[in-house]
């Protein structure tokens, strides 16, 4: 852990420590899988001991693209291939020893999700196979029996499509009308812009908490309490900010939270709040 003031020390900082990373990386039997993330005034840093085998012209490859996806440690891969040597079976669909096995095992996965999260409720998490099935099923379940004509749904322009496309079939389906909160002159989401847009036909709100494009980062806080004034819901996709920064989506309070945990050194999965939808592929 490492204090610093600035946003140049942090860069700086963050630059040293990939450098470390790849000479390391370089001269070990193993690759270094690195997280880190800033928060106020810290910096956290984390090496896990990965067993990396990927080559590129017999080259040892250290890999950086966790906003995609992230590499596996060894013990999430042993975890897996534990289940499937020692207790493969359906979950909640069986009273035999595996399957109740491995029922509780998922059951403590959605209590560690929750404890991650700080959900009130392990209940409130939802496992699906990824973070555009978790918010489709927000927009043809919730959308769908909500919406109608003249309602208005708010997106930001700067939205995954994975976060627009389904909002646009309810849209169609609905009569319910879109509103993109355009960039200020910076290239983030204008939010006074957003607070302008709110009304009482606004019955929805889809934000990114980090984008995944700009690296913005949004005031969510103040985007659902301006949207719970007017009555609206609240679904922010959280899948850049859940595996690098820590939230507390009770402080948050949004009503949907969707992130990936196969960005966060996990296998694939996603999560919403109240329904937090967490993926499992």
């Given at each position: 852990l490492f204090n610093v003031d600035s946003v140049t020390a942090k860069l700086l900082l963050v630059y040293m420590l990939d450098s470390f990373v790849i000479t390391m990386s370089q001269t070990?039997?193993?690759?270094?899988?690195?997280?880190?993330?800033?928060?106020?005034?810290?910096?956290?840093?984390?090496?896990?001991?990965?067993?990396?085998?990927?080559?590129?012209?017999?080259?040892?490859?250290?890999?950086?693209?966790?906003?995609?996806?992230?590499?596996?440690?060894?013990?999430?891969?042993?975890?897996?291939?534990?289940?499937?040597?020692?207790?493969?079976?359906?979950?909640?669909?069986?009273?035999?020893?595996?399957?109740?096995?491995?029922?509780?095992?998922?059951?403590?996965?959605?209590?560690?999700?929750?404890?991650?999260?700080?959900?009130?409720?392990?209940?409130?998490?939802?496992?699906?196979?990824?973070?555009?099935?978790?918010?489709?099923?927000?927009?043809?379940?919730?959308?769908?029996?909500?919406?109608?004509?003249?309602?208005?749904?708010?997106?930001?322009?700067?939205?995954?499509?994975s976060a627009i496309v389904p909002w646009q079939f309810v849209s169609q389906k609905t009569g319910a009308v879109l509103k993109?909160?355009?960039?200020?002159?910076?290239?983030?989401?204008?939010?006074?812009?957003?607070?302008?847009?709110?009304?009482?036909?606004?019955?929805?709100?889809?934000?990114?908490?980090?984008?995944n494009v700009l690296g913005s980062m949004l005031p969510i806080e103040e985007v659902v309490s301006c949207a719970n004034k007017v009555g609206a819901k609240v679904l922010v996709d959280a899948c850049q900010s859940v595996p690098h920064m820590p939230v507390d989506v009770q402080k948050l309070g949004a009503d949907f939270l969707v992130a990936s945990s196969h960005k966060a050194s996990d296998s694939c999965m996603e999560n919403l709040r109240s329904c937090h939808l967490w993926s499992l592929s």
């Open positions: 070990l039997p193993y690759s270094l899988l690195c997280i880190y993330f800033w928060h106020s005034s810290e910096v956290v840093f984390i090496i896990y001991d990965h067993r990396n085998l990927q080559e590129f012209d017999g080259n040892k490859l250290v890999y950086f693209d966790n906003g995609a996806t992230s590499q596996k440690p060894s013990h999430v891969m042993k975890a897996l291939d534990d289940y499937y040597r020692f207790y493969n079976s359906n979950v909640h669909r069986g009273i035999h020893a595996l399957s109740a096995k491995a029922t509780d095992a998922y059951e403590s996965a959605r209590r560690k999700v929750a404890n991650f999260i700080n959900a009130a409720d392990s209940r409130e998490i939802i496992f699906t196979r990824n973070a555009t099935e978790a918010i489709n099923l927000v927009a043809y379940s919730w959308g769908l029996s909500n919406l109608k004509q003249g309602d208005e749904i708010i997106l930001t322009v700067a939205e995954h499509h993109y909160v355009g960039l200020t002159k910076e290239e983030v989401p204008d939010i006074e812009q957003l607070k302008g847009l709110l009304s009482s036909k606004t019955k929805i709100v889809v934000v990114h908490h980090v984008s």
